[in-house]
């Protein structure tokens, strides 16, 4: 994982070199000066790099030394899934029928392409519960934006868009779910979770109203327990008129246990990069798609995917549609891998990952229960949090077990998530983890529980095997430095 | 189910031992959480087909494939936002690399500094081409910047009106009404002088209520926008200038920052991503400084270790969801990080000249085919200020010269005959990947199939 490599392309670059071969071209040269006014010509050349080929795989090469990935190794990050990305869906996705396609061709040209997305929609028709799909969100984020435009699409329809102005969000919810709220034009009230970590009835009740547009939830929620009471919350909230959405980031969890549909969600997103095994890429992209129930249809993004016979068509004419969220249909390219996973899995298997995800979250906690607190006695579902409160008092913090976690050559878990637990430590070790791997984590964790007794310096200096020592994060905020500058 | 998955490591006796260790007797157990009412059961289990082989699956996968129209055997000429140009084998080589691939945002800095120094390195080169001080590293795609953009600029300025040209690209308009409908605020569209923003009808449409002005560069029908005297007409107006530019002509055209743009945005599927029926690309967001705090999304900042040694982290979180919650600058939490390493490696290689080169031999490209068309006949509705696109009006419905295209290999263009008001226009692309026997059948088609 250690490498000396650090320089940046613009500290290699001289210039003459270069590491492209353009296509020859014996077509006469077009003067940008015949076409446009001076001032429209570019006076100084983009100060980009200038590399052989072998410099720039050099460059790159060094540079993922420096970065872990799953095939690093262990990656419990909590409410991301980082689970195998399978390697036949990279060659899949890669196949000129998808890659080299482009989105505005005639439909004709495309009915793979349509029908590779009608049946990925039915696949995730029936793993949510829910009517209908739109492939068309890019995230998990975008996905609840317009999940949330929906909701305000329909109350609009029935006369109290003005009126419906609130989203219930507990105070566990992931930090997108208020922002969405934002930026769909809604106010945020904030629900707080009851002593079992969950939505309490009682203050659900007290907050739902007459001007309340619905209720935001993950189930299982971030701290990995099942809102056991969720149809007595749904129910509450469709009396009070209000619409139930369904953050999918935790969906890992109950894949052919049970649906967002049966639980009663209007409105529900997963993310395929997390259930679906499709590659994180280090941020991105990812791929959000939204579920309905049938009164829901009229307002989803538009295009939509039809099927007549064995013909595939876009269908642009939906007057109540919300619009368009994202350009063309959503991250095709993702879906393509999500529906290679689908079809690999089966539903059996489906249902093997999630039994297995539990499984595996509830072994980690209960062999971690001696050595950290565990705010939440209940069994957990596909993920858990423990509290570095132990540990604090030794003068160790959870930041600090999370950096020495990457000596011992792990990821960290989310850490300081969900805000309701102090000194958070939130894993999630995913079913495509083996037994042995579980058990080098945890003894990992209770090394470094010992070390925080022991030998807390030690634990307060990591990580000392990476590319970088512990790094300045206040100045960087502080004084920042966004791009590159010369000496 | 004792059936052994290929992606699945654990064991029967693996899930004995654990259910020992949790003290539980069965798996069913750690799932009665779940109210019986919404448990799954076998009359309502969800259903699916069968699982597949890895080779069942590749044949599958095959045939889905098949039935598409690709590269390999056609020439486009369609671009309309999304562009076949030329990729260096080495971009698709350094996305495979799994420490990339299969990484999480960088949330721990010390183990990510691969990923962080390379969006530190393409925050930075997206700055150099649009000539901003503060860019982002990747949105969604350029449809979804430009609704940040909007977002931005009526937040900044307190003001809700945000006119954009009828020369942006039709799915653009879409989304920033989507956006607009979400924070409340109007958009509205000034009209065309030919293919170009009409410059009289913006300015008597900017009021004190004008938050921004939102402008292709090139704009849809590959026009050329002249953007300094748009800013001018701003001049008396607190309103930003946004500007949507295709990256690729930035590298001979001047920067929209040089020319007064406050926000640029756009997408650079143009630098080395694979079309793939419309995603994943990737969107950048450039600011000049003053806006730097109001950024969405992920930005890479450098900064120190404790021994002093120069590392990256992600910086100015304080503006972000994760942090702030509701009083964050955007919802954005994933972004397209991968496809923004992509674009990175594609600058890398073809670098400063080559991207010069690769934008002139577009304009060449273009210019020839239009010039030939014009040469046997044909109306072309552009002016000759267009960069790699420019529309052609047919004197037969499109959809007819498109089949005989298609029965010759080709890919039409876009029909833009809504967008301009005329019958029968035809915005064509001509890449650096066509070749002269490519443009010279496509000419040839059109001169006898669209007179």
């Known amino acids: ?487 | 189910m004792t059936k052994q998955h290929r992606y699945l490591p654990t064991t029967e006796q693996d899930r004995k031992d654990m259910l020992d260790t949790i003290g539980v007797s069965s798996i069913k157990e750690l799932f009665s959480d779940i109210p019986e009412s919404t448990r799954a059961t076998k009359e309502k289990a969800i259903e699916l087909e069968e699982a597949l082989s890895e080779q069942s699956l590749t044949k599958h996968m095959k045939e889905l494939a098949s039935k598409n129209t690709t590269t390999e055997t056609h020439a486009y000429f369609l671009g309309a936002g999304t562009y076949d140009h030329y990729s260096p084998s080495i971009v698709n080589h350094v996305l495979l690399r799994s420490e990339f691939m299969t990484a999480y945002t960088p949330y721990q800095p010390e183990a990510s500094q691969g990923e962080l120094q390379a969006l530190f390195e393409f925050q930075t080169m997206m700055c150099e081409l649009t000539g901003m001080d503060v860019a982002n590293s990747s949105l969604y795609d350029g449809f979804t910047s430009l609704g940040e953009a909007c977002n931005l600029a009526t937040s900044a300025t307190k003001k809700q009106d945000v006119l954009y040209s009828k020369a942006l690209h039709p799915q653009a308009k879409e989304v920033i009404q989507t956006y607009a409908y979400g924070m409340e605020y109007s958009v509205k569209e000034v009209g065309l002088n030919g293919t170009a923003t009409d410059l009289d009808a913006l300015k008597s449409s900017i009021t004190d209520e004008t938050a921004a002005v939102i402008i292709q560069y090139p704009n849809f029908f590959g026009t050329i926008e002249d953007l300094k005297e748009i800013k001018g007409l701003l001049e008396d107006s607190k309103g930003v200038l946004i500007v949507m530019a295709n990256p690729l002509a930035l590298a001979l055209l001047e920067s929209p920052g040089k020319l007064g743009a406050d926000i640029v945005v756009g997408d650079t599927q143009p630098f080395g991503l694979p079309m793939s029926y419309g995603g994943p690309h990737c969107g950048y967001f450039a600011v000049k400084k003053k806006y730097m705090r109001k950024v969405p999304s992920r930005i890479v900042g450098q900064t120190v270790d404790k021994d002093g040694k120069r590392g990256f982290v992600m910086t100015l979180q304080t503006r972000e969801q994760h942090i702030r919650r509701e009083k964050a600058t955007s919802n954005m939490s994933s972004n397209q990080a991968l496809t923004a390493l992509g674009s990175s490696v594609f600058l890398a290689a073809v670098g400063k000249v080559g991207l010069q080169k690769m934008a002139q031999q577009n304009i060449n490209h273009a210019h020839y085919v239009k010039k030939e068309l014009e040469n046997k006949g044909m109306t072309v509705i552009s002016e000759s200020n267009f960069f790699n696109e420019f529309v052609v009006k047919l004197k037969r419905p499109l959809n007819e010269v498109t089949n005989i295209l298609l029965d010759n290999q080709i890919i039409g263009g876009y029909d833009v005959s809504n967008e301009l008001n005329e019958e029968n226009a035809m915005l064509l692309c001509v890449t650096e990947k066509r070749t002269r026997e490519e443009m010279d059948k496509l000419v040839s088609i059109l001169t006898v199939e669209g007179k």
């Open chain 1, 1 to 487: 994982m250690t490498t000396t490599y650090d320089d940046l392309l613009f500290e290699i670059s001289k210039p003459g070199r270069i590491g492209y071969s353009l296509p020859e071209s014996s077509i006469d040269q077009t003067d940008l000066t015949e076409l446009v006014p001076d001032h429209l010509i570019r006076e100084e050349p983009a100060a980009l790099p200038e590399l052989s080929e072998l410099q720039v795989m050099r460059h790159y090469t060094g540079l993922s030394n420096k970065n872990f990935g799953i095939e690093t190794g262990f990656y419990p990050l909590g409410s991301c899934t980082m689970k195998y990305n399978p390697k036949i869906n990279e060659d899949i996705a890669r196949y000129p029928g998808f890659a080299q396609i482009h989105p505005l061709q005639p439909e004709k040209t495309a009915q793979g392409a349509l029908e590779m997305m009608y049946r990925l929609e039915e696949n995730l028709k029936e793993v949510t519960g829910m009517d209908a799909i739109s492939l068309q969100p890019a995230a998990g984020a975008q996905g609840e934006w317009a999940g949330l435009l929906i909701f305000k699409a329909y109350h609009h329809a029935n006369g109290e868009g003005d009126t419906r102005r609130k989203i219930l969000v507990p105070d566990s919810a992931h930090g997108t779910n208020p922002a969405s709220a934002i930026v769909a034009g809604y106010d945020v009230v904030e629900i707080k979770s009851n002593r079992e970590g969950r939505v309490g009835v009682e203050a659900l009740k007290e907050a739902v109203g007459p001007d309340t547009a619905g209720l935001m939830l993950t189930n299982p929620n971030t701290l990995g327990l099942f809102e056991v009471d969720i149809v007595e919350i749904a129910q509450i909230v469709h009396e009070a008129g209000g619409l139930l959405y369904y953050d999918g980031a935790n969906a890992n969890a109950i894949l052919g246990k049970s649906t967002p549909g049966e639980m009663g969600f209007d409105v529900v997103h997963l993310n395929l990069h997390k259930t679906f095994s499709t590659p994180h890429g280090g941020g991105g992209p990812g791929s959000g798609p939204i579920g309905v129930k049938e009164y829901l249809k009229d307002f989803m993004p538009a295009p939509r995917i039809e099927k007549e016979d064995d013909d595939y068509s876009l269908s642009y004419t939906h007057p109540q549609s919300i619009g368009r969220v994202k350009g063309y249909y959503g991250n095709f390219g993702v879906n393509v891998r999500a529906y290679s996973y689908i079809r690999s899995m089966g539903a059996e298997g489906l249902q093997q990952v999630s039994e297995d995800a539990v499984l595996h979250a509830n072994y980690l906690k209960a062999r971690l229960e001696p050595y950290y607190d565990t705010p939440y006695k209940d069994h957990c579902k596909h993920e858990f949090v423990l509290s570095g409160m132990r540990q604090k008092k030794l003068g160790v913090r959870t930041l600090d077990i999370a950096k020495r976690l990457l000596d011992y050559g792990f990821y960290a878990p989310t850490v300081y998530f969900p805000l309701i637990v102090e000194e958070c430590l939130m894993i999630e070790p995913t079913e495509t983890e083996a037994k042995e791997q579980l058990d080098a984590f945890a003894d990992a964790l209770i090394a470094i529980a010992k070390d925080a007794e022991d030998n807390p310096d030690m634990v307060t200096g990591a990580p000392y095997t990476k590319a970088v020592k512990r790094l300045d994060e206040v100045t960087a905020a502080r004084k920042p430095i966004v791009v590159y500058q010369k000496d």
